[in-house]
């Protein structure tokens, strides 16, 4: 199937109605309401609530098995993947519904990204190969976009000066950090909207981490962010909003300095202080 | 009780050999027949194994020499006929099966797959024989060709399928995160990750298939000539040996031996490069 050279993003529908102002509020990117989700008998996601501001970093904590990584995945419609999945609600992305029938969900992925907890790199390609694929995949033929998209990729993820001479290398050929670095490369070169990430520095060493983090403040300036993570320490260092899980409910939502200063729910103190997770 | 403990040691320690010993022996005769065949093969054919056998066509009945070209290469031509056949419809199927069917589906193909890999070689020769030579009128390398094709469909619907199955998921969701349609992932992702593997099986299959003499006997039917096309019988090097092997004259039992020793070589040439294959650099799901 080839697909004339064309930015990937052109076929991508308009919204159906414009992003509702809120005043004093800053602008949305998503808007939850409602959603539940199963897997099959087995409830995951409750009744959540909850918007996403633009050109921030959202940070999803909470226990092990509480739904985050569910809610995440609902996102760009990647839990759709485990069969008898069901869900109810409306996700609105920038004010058109994700999970409308005539949305294709590859479109929605394409929108937005997503890195993983364990870095991925594609162990049959080079370091370049990695970061263009999905260009590659979704029909780009012009070699000097390519070229253009790989360098420019490479450099907003911190990784440039340190591949750059390397790019015929194998991807599983560096260390882990860099590989989860390139991930989210590969993740930026199709020039998503919003970069989902899944825990993704929870396999990286505390240098690793670091760099990690500080990619994701900067990043923030062009993309919307949303992470799920276990630790703590980095919710409070890398986020604009903390959203704090349990048992599939959104027990409290805010700006992360209020949640980790003065929250409103008991069990968030709790969790935040180590009492229980 | 405990009295007897260095007595008991004792004993604990024969029992141990006994059964590293018998263990041993067992493993020797695993390994015996191939030495065996190997051997006999060498001693008995590679006196004949020379140029003319690789070069001349069978001589006729009486007069000395000539060799196995035309089933040399007829055995070629078959083998790429099965794959055409066996090949795509293996791959796809073990994609099918690691992919995309229903678990209930699934369970029902593999049980079948398994059923038509435990099915005798021959069987396969009389189906082909009711379903294309009866009806098309002749012995033909297409008939050869399909029956061997439809053996290897089986082996190789089963390797994919393993192979698919080893590649870890993240890179299935890797690739669909980036919009890439399910296809494409599967094509360019899982495929490209699994082919060692995948490869692998298609190399053993065609070695099984290649050796097989029951499905040629009434679909190929052997050629004591070229074959010129493949509307007509063709020969194929298993079916000169079992020929050879059951005729009267010792010429003809020598070439039987050559044409044995050059088929086990071919086969075992195949097995050591899928050896290669698997132990390769790199990464490798295999």
Known sequence: ?277 | MYSRGADNHTWRKIKSALASGIAFVSALLVIAPLGLVFFHLLVNGAGSVNWDFFTKLPAPVGAVGGGMVNAIVGSLELLVLASVIGIPVGVLGGVYLAEYGSARINSVLRFMGDVLNGIPSITWGVVVYGLVVLRFKGFSAYAGGLALGLIMIPLILRTTEEMILLVPNGYREAALALGVARWKTIVHIVLKTASRGIITGILLALARVGGETAPLLFTAFGNRFWNHSLNQPIAALPLQIFTYAISPYDDWHRQAWAGALVLVTGVFCVNILVRLLTRGRGVSVV
């Not at chain 1, 899980?245 to 729910?265: A, C, D, M, Q, V």
Request: hydrophobic share 35%; charged share 25%.
């Open chain 1, 1 to 277: 199937m080839a697909v004339p050279e064309r930015s990937v993003m052109e076929h991508v529908e308009q919204p159906v109605e414009p992003a509702p102002s809120v005043e004093s509020s800053p602008p949305l990117t998503f808007q939850v309401k409602n959603l539940s989700i199963w897997y099959g008998e087995k409830r995951a996601i409750d009744n959540v609530t909850l918007d996403v501001a633009s050109n921030a970093v959202t940070a999803i904590i909470g226990p092990s098995g509480c739904g985050k990584s569910t809610f995440l995945r609902a996102l760009n419609r990647m839990h759709e993947l485990v069969p008898k999945t069901r869900m109810k609600g409306t996700v609105l992305l920038q004010g058109q519904d994700l999970y409308s029938s005539t949305v294709d969900p590859a479109i929605v992925r394409r929108r937005v990204g997503m890195v993983f907890q364990k870095s991925n790199p594609f162990p049959t390609m080079t370091i370049g190969e990695n970061v263009v694929i999905g260009l590659r995949l979704n029909g780009v033929r012009n070699q000097k976009l390519l070229n253009e998209r790989l360098e420019k990729s490479l450099r907003m993820a911190a990784l440039w000066d340190e591949v750059k001479d390397d790019l015929h290398k194998p991807g599983t050929s560096l260390s882990g950090g860099q590989q989860q670095r390139l991930c989210i490369a590969r993740t930026l070169a199709v020039e998503p909207e919003v970069v989902l990430m899944d825990e993704p520095c929870s396999a990286l060493d505390p240098i690793a981490t670091a760099k990690i983090e500080e990619l994701i403040s900067e990043l923030k300036t062009k993309y919307t962010i949303v992470t799920v993570t276990h630790n703590m320490q980095q919710a409070g260092r890398i986020s604009d909003y903390t959203a704090f899980f349990y048992i599939g409910r959104l027990i409290e939502f805010g700006p992360t300095t209020k949640i980790f200063t003065n929250p409103s729910e008991r069990q968030t103190e709790d969790y935040i202080t180590g009492r229980f997770g």
